[in-house]
């Protein structure tokens, strides 16, 4: 088995450059795809929507897991690249979507989990990624 070297997660390209331009440097989102992340690994930015592909790196400084993804403004303020209502509106639609599925026990509440980047670089060209990058993210290997 390939060693997992980083993660690469779907960002719309209208939020992309708040990494690139306004000097975002912590990524948040409910935590999928990340039990094998460690700091030191690579999350590559996967630009969805539109010019979808691959369009910059950053490495992973620090790892945090939290149930309330508004903790994550206490932590790292400003650094955060959504704001506190997108947030909300996120974490509203995510239990609307939790009754969808039929339960008989109280649905699961996913943790989210913040990525603290360094070393944010942005490609000259897109990368078209060899296989389909889905909304819950991927495992980079090498």
Same mark, same amino acid.
């Given at each position: ?16 450059? !708040? ?18 992340? !460690? ?56 239990? !609307? ?12 509440? !996913? ?32």
């Amino acid at each position: 088995m390939s060693e997992i070297t980083g993660v690469t997660f779907p960002v719309p390209k209208h939020l992309m450059s !708040r990494f690139f331009k306004d000097g975002k440097t912590v990524f948040i989102k409910p935590a999928t795809v990340f039990k094998e992340l !460690r700091s030191g690994m690579i999350l590559v930015f996967y630009q969805s929507h539109e010019d979808t592909g691959y369009v910059g790196e950053a490495t992973i400084k620090r790892i945090v897991i939290d149930d309330d993804p508004l903790a994550f403004f206490e932590t790292f303020g400003d650094a955060v690249f959504l704001t506190k209502e997108e947030v909300k509106a996120y974490a509203e639609g995510q239990e !609307r979507w939790q009754g969808v599925r039929v339960r008989k026990e109280a649905p699961r509440k !996913r943790p989210w989990m913040a990525l603290e980047l360094e070393g944010i670089r942005k490609y000259d060209t897109v990368k078209k990624p060899e296989r389909f990058v889905p909304v819950g993210g991927r495992y980079l290997r090498e």
